[in-house]
């Protein structure tokens, strides 16, 4: 006789759900245990149950209106309380670093893209997903390259981390997007005040970090598949990412791709504004004990860039005429997805390797190596099928190592320590038959850093220090024929301060004061760029007589959060610069070989850069908010008391959300208005540059989103519509302005699956 003894399903699992921010119970939660039909929804307080579960492994999906989505692995064998924090999307000011189950206080104003509203955005790059945050804009050159701007600072002024390293490339142009994949990303952070001293590269306070998580605690292969399809370029891409956990080790592997053709405005095409994209990047983890862990990362971005036909002119008459006419030359009414000279082809490869080992509890040493390797290619219109040869081949090593020692203490005291070592090989391939913009050189810096930190009830305070050893091998060539090959060593010594605190007035309420200095030396672009620069249409020169720049900024920052109804945040802002190294458009124009082309040189002066950045919250009732933020921000050029050029113009912002947490089978049902104004950069005249700033705009947005969960899956739709009154518009920092107007309407379907 058989006995067959029947498994005892008595076991519970319940918990609380609360805001992350506000630390307030989420009402209306919805937690769901994968693979069975078995769930539940929070109450008034956020509490939760679920009942009658047998032993076992269980995927539970915690989502919330407003919320992205938490996914938990848990190992039943007993009765389990949870505690869950979920993060609104709306919340994208953060005092804090979230860093594993700790939160660790910084005086630094920080906001946050997090990874539902990366992926929501996946048909856009790294920098249009970015201009989402308050007081950042966006540098463009075209329908595809764009790069962005951080309270009026850009290029070698900003510090970009791709998963903890300096991103070092080919970004001296301000037509060099940063070469990142953000779906590798889980989180993307932009860091406004002053303090970017533990962070390499010539940065005057701004740092934006692309963080991959770590793969976590999850013995099952999961995943997500995320696809879009957009009208305007009849764009599309696919984006894929695995990873599990295994005995030894755990993985995670990300792939993308991308392709879109010729943009339209409202009454034209855009000929040869396609482009393509194809990206991944793969990550391994090990824990080779409780105290010590190795990680490695290695990814690597491609991509093709068509640059606007009509912005490169054969003769002079013809480049007054397209400065000034409505409709640039070489418009076709053909829609096509090739991408013909002029062009970019761009690779960058990244290499990381870091060990971290505990000490005890409360000190450590993190150890990191990296390699980076960037090959960039512009292709102008060349005479006599030259076009496939490149006017520009450059390729770039980086090597990078850094050794790192942090400790705190009982009494709230905490260092953070460091040294690094940069190393940069650029060299120009001689293929192209043409004198390079941009000269061979090589680059050494060795950096050290050390910042405090005190850590009491109500107040936080951080104090650090940044020295800098640059040393400068350049080769390049005279102006003067019969050309000559000179050569430049210039030792430059760069320093940094900061200096801030964060005070909790109350419950509610907290205020950020951050006050920084740091030097600049100027960029290898800055003091011998020489020729045409053709993704952006224009001859760059550049002054071997430049010296570093010198600059002050401060910070003041005051937060509020009224349980989960009502935050806000109010930024004040004040950099001065002293010999502010920039670009200026001479007002000439030249006519070479390749084509006529705008003249635009580097000079210096004394700069002074403030503003204001604000954004309200304000919830209703329960389904409806609203969102609006402000940007205002002035640049002054002292020296010639004068506007300063290049500087964003004043942005207003709102959005209305409807949000239905659950209806029919659909979860966080979220419908949504967005509305933007630019406004006109009046302060810059006629005589600036080559064409009076555009007017001010207005665009409308519509998104509509929801999620579906199946037994073992769930998936995400997204459907929105950008400019949808098909507005007509040029942006002052897009530098197509000069020859065409920017995109028409565009709709794009988003769909994400996880598994």
Known sequence: MTTIRAQDCTLMISGNVVDTDTHDGLRDANIFLEGTQNGTISDDEGYFEIKNLCEGDYHLVISHVGCEPHYLFVELYQDTILHLHLDHAHHVLEGAVV?????????????????????????????????????????????????PIVHGLYGNRLTILNNGIAQSGQQWGNDHSPEIDPLVANKIKVIKGVSGLEYPGSNLGAVILVEPKRIGN??????RVSYFFETNGFGHGLNAQIQQQLPRFSWKLNGTYKRSG??????????????????????????????????????????????????????????????QQEIPFFTSDTFTYRINPPKQKVGHQLAKLNLKHFLNDSQWLDFTAAAQFNNRKEFDVRRSGRSDIPALSIQQFTYFLEGKYQ????????????????????????????????????????????????KQRRLTYEFGARYDNIIQNVATFTDDVPREVVQYNEVYHNFGLSSGFNLKLNEHLSLDYNLGYASRNPGINELYSSGLHQGVSGIEEGDVN???????????????????????????????????????????????????????????????????????????????????????????????????????????????????????????????????????????????DFVAPPDGYYLLGLETSTDIQFSKTRLRILFKVDNALNTRYRDYLNRQRYFADDWGVNATLGLTLRF
């Open 262 to 323: 010729d943009r339209s405005t409202p009454d034209y095409l855009l000929r040869n504004t396609g482009g393509q994209e194809a990206n991944m990047a793969l990550q391994l983890e090990k824990n080779w004990s409780d105290a010590s862990s190795l990680n490695v990362y290695f990814s690597s971005f491609n991509t093709d860039l068509g640059v606007l036909r009509g912005s490169h002119i054969g003769n002079l008459t013809d480049l007054e005429a397209a400065l």
């Open 99 to 147: 860093s594993g189950q700790s939160s660790k206080s910084t005086t630094q104003t920080v906001q946050v893209l997090n990874e539902q509203k990366i992926l929501d955005d996946i048909n856009e790059n790294l920098a249009l997903q970015l201009e989402d945050i308050t007081g950042v804009s966006i540098l463009r050159s075209g329908s595809s390259i764009a790069k």
């Open 407 to 454: 400790q705190e203490w009982d009494s709230g005291w905490s260092l953070k320590t460091g040294m690094q070592f940069n190393l940069i090989d650029n060299t120009n391939n001689p293929e192209t038959g043409i004198l390079p913009l941009i000269p061979d050189y090589y680059s050494y810096e060795v950096g050290t850093y050390a910042i405090a930190r005190l």
């Open 546 to 688: 430049l010296v570093p720049e010198y600059a002050l900024k401060s910070t003041l920052s005051l937060a509020g959060n009224v349980r989960e109804r009502f935050s806000f945040e109010s930024l004040l802002y004040y950099q001065d610069i002293r010999d502010y190294i920039f670009l200026r458009p001479t007002g000439d124009v030249r006519l070479t070989i390749r084509g006529a082309f705008p003249v635009f040189r580097y000079e210096q002066s004394h700069a002074r850069i403030w503003g204001w950045d604000a954004m309200m919250f304000y919830q209703l009732n329960e389904p409806l908010s609203i969102k609006a933020t402000y940007s205002f921000i002035q640049g002054d050029d002292l020296t010639n008391n004068e506007a300063l050029i290049y500087i964003p113009s004043n942005q207003l912002s709102g959005v209305l959300k409807y949000n239905i947490s659950k209806w029919k089978g659909l979860e966080n049902l979220a419908f949504e208005i967005t509305n933007k104004y630019v406004f006109r950069q009046d302060r810059i005249t006629d005589e600036q």
């Open 218 to 223: 999850e013995p099952h292969l999961h995943g």
